[in-house]
Nanobody
Framework: QVELVESGGGSVQAGGSLRLSCIAS????????MGWFRQAPGKEREGVAA????????YYVDSVKGRFTISQDNAKNTVYLQMNSLKLEDTAVYYC?????????????????WGQGTQVTVSS
């Protein structure tokens, strides 16, 4: 079965950095969309970054452009989210997600497999 396992969350001061990792298993990694979402307390879940496993330009929501970088290691079936210049408003539970068979990776509603989430807390 599809399994997505995140790691790398934690607490950091504003301006700091964290890198999240997500190991995917249970499906053929190629030709899919992989994304990172987040949900802050009292807010809806939002997609923040996405990447097509076969290559191409990643997609970022405006609020993280220039600060977050999504990347992948296809040999390890792993997708990463490097988060720099973290802000208080980046505090959230971050989820890795998969859109199997997708190629237009900014279709946030099409992601249907999810990891368990990892907490990121940014403090002043």
């Amino acid at each position: 079965q599809v399994e997505l396992v995140e790691s790398g969350g934690g607490s950091v001061q504003a301006g700091g950095s964290l890198r999240l990792s997500c190991i995917a298993s249970g499906f053929t990694y190629s030709s899919n969309c992989m994304g990172w979402f987040r949900q802050a307390p009292g807010k809806e879940r939002e997609g923040v970054a996405a990447i097509y496993t076969d290559g191409g330009s990643p997609y970022y929501v405006d609020s993280v452009k220039g600060r977050f970088t999504i990347s992948q290691d296809n040999a390890k079936n792993t997708v990463y989210l490097q988060m720099n210049s973290l802000k208080l408003e980046d505090t959230a539970v971050y989820y890795c997600a998969a859109f199997l068979g997708g190629s237009w990776c900014r279709l946030w509603d099409e992601y249907n497999y999810w990891g368990q989430g990892t907490q990121v807390t940014v403090s002043s």
